[in-house]
């Protein structure tokens, strides 16, 4: 699957992300590949970018790219920045600092990088339970992921800051 496309700033090229599960003979997993590819804007093959990476985000001047970079050990995320080639590229945000990260986007400057990360739930107190529900262990479920906060950290590095607090 192909999916997160943005332009680069030129409008040369559709940066996205690109999702393959390789299957074997015994119709089992084999591998997971996930990275940045780019197409020209007139159509043609992908090319690959930043490997294990997707939801890339340029800067204002298309010199740099903040993405994930997906850990296909744990299948969790951190966020890094390197040059729009792909090439430098620098971890921000450990893939064991979030149970999600999601849609990095540097600031118009390119000092910041704004962010969407789920931690740990600690969530609302349990009400509504019935005894059944609580004695099953049945749990509120989130179709949609956890809840997410917005938070920024500096593209040069340094501490996430966090922006909301979910309630």
């Known amino acids: 699957t192909f999916d997160y496309p943005t332009w680069s700033p030129d409008g040369q090229w559709i940066y996205l992300s690109r999702n393959d599960v390789l299957i074997d ?15 020209p804007a007139g159509g043609g093959e992908p090319e690959r970018v930043i490997e294990n990476g997707e939801q890339p985000s340029f800067s204002a001047d298309g010199s740099r790219l903040a993405f994930l970079r997906f850990n296909l050990e744990t299948y969790t ?40 990360a789920s931690g740990p739930l ?38 996430p800051v966090q922006l909301t607090q979910w309630a």
């Open 25 to 39: 003979e015994e119709q089992s997993i084999r591998a997971i590949v996930v990275d940045i590819v780019r197409v």
């Open 77 to 116: 995320r951190g966020l890094w920045v390197a040059n729009s080639d792909g090439s430098d590229a620098r971890e921000l945000v450990s893939d064991t600092t979030f149970l999600e990260l999601m849609s990095p986007r540097l600031s118009p400057d390119g000092a910041t990088v704004a962010f969407a």
């Open 122 to 159: 600690v969530g609302p107190p349990e009400t509504g339970r019935s005894l059944w529900d609580w004695l099953f262990g049945v749990e509120v479920a989130y179709a949609h992921g956890l809840p997410s906060d917005f938070w920024t950290v500096p593209s040069a590095g340094g501490q």
